[in-house]
T-cell receptor, first 116, second 115 residues
Framework: AQSVTQLDSHVSVSEGTPVLLRCNYSSSYSPSLFWYVQHPNKGLQLLLKYTSAATLVKGINGFEAEFKKSETSFHLTKPSAHMSDAAEYFCVVSVLPRYNNNDMRFGAGTRLTVKP | KAGVTQTPRYLIKTRGQQVTLSCSPI?????VSWYQQTPGQGLQFLFEYFSETQRNKGNFPGRFSGRQFSNSRSEMNVSTLELGDSALYLCASSSLPGGRTDTQYFGPGTRLTVL
């Protein structure tokens, strides 16, 4: 069975400083991994996804994540935080191949706060 | 291309009532999934429909049901509402059912409050 753990429930950074949101996963099979962002009163938006191609995945808005099998991690990073990055971030794991959406597991979420 | 739309955006009901939520997927998408999001349980999968057929169902009681129409629009119904049903209900669409490379696109959600 697969599971995902987001190691920080809340991360606070200053504008212009790097962002690191940590995610560890557990999967019996080669996983697909996703990061979604949710702004207040909005749905989830896909930032990036890993599906067994390149281990360093680049997403939208300057975010990227690196798949590290030996560490079972898929941390999300951004070199310089912007005020508009303040939101809730979800790490998601799914079995490869994902035949149904019941195989997806969502992390509990990390709330990112960006201080001016 | 228009995104996933959900109506209504906000809903207030009382215990024992029933409610119907609606989701219109992105044009051309035939798969619609429903999720419940609460502070305590996080995001949990409810069910998925593809071509008017329920493909999968999460671990929710029978009070939660859904259907999909020939135009891929989907409705979710909750009967005999309980206080614990208060949540943000998210709908997501994708072009194909499952599939590891397929991306789900989420709507803004319907915020249901049960009093």
């Amino acid at each position: 069975a697969q599971s995902v753990t987001q190691l920080d429930s809340h991360v606070s950074v200053s504008e212009g400083t790097p962002v690191l949101l940590r995610c560890n996963y557990s999967s019996s099979y080669s996983p697909s991994l996703f990061w979604y962002v949710q702004h207040p009163n909005k749905g989830l938006q896909l930032l990036l996804k890993y599906t067994s191609a390149a281990t360093l995945v680049k997403g939208i808005n300057g975010f990227e994540a690196e798949f590290k099998k030996s560490e079972t991690s898929f941390h999300l990073t951004k070199p310089s935080a912007h005020m508009s990055d303040a939101a809730e971030y979800f790490c998601v794991v799914s079995v490869l191949p994902r035949y149904n959406n019941n195989d997806m597991r969502f992390g509990a979420g990390t709330r990112l706060t960006v201080k001016p | 291309k228009a995104g996933v739309t959900q109506t209504p955006r906000y809903l207030i009901k009382t215990r024992g009532q029933q409610v119907t939520l609606s989701c219109s997927p992105i044009s051309g998408h035939r798969s619609v999934s429903w999720y419940q999001q609460t502070p305590g349980q996080g995001l949990q999968f409810l069910f998925e429909y593809f071509s008017e057929t329920q493909r999968n169902k999460g671990n929710f009681p029978g009070r939660f049901s859904g259907r999909q129409f020939s135009n891929s629009r989907s409705e979710m119904n909750v009967s005999t509402l309980e206080l614990g049903d208060s949540a943000l209900y998210l709908c997501a669409s994708s072009s194909l059912p499952g599939g590891r490379t397929d991306t789900q696109y989420f709507g803004p959600g319907t915020r249901l409050t049960v009093l």
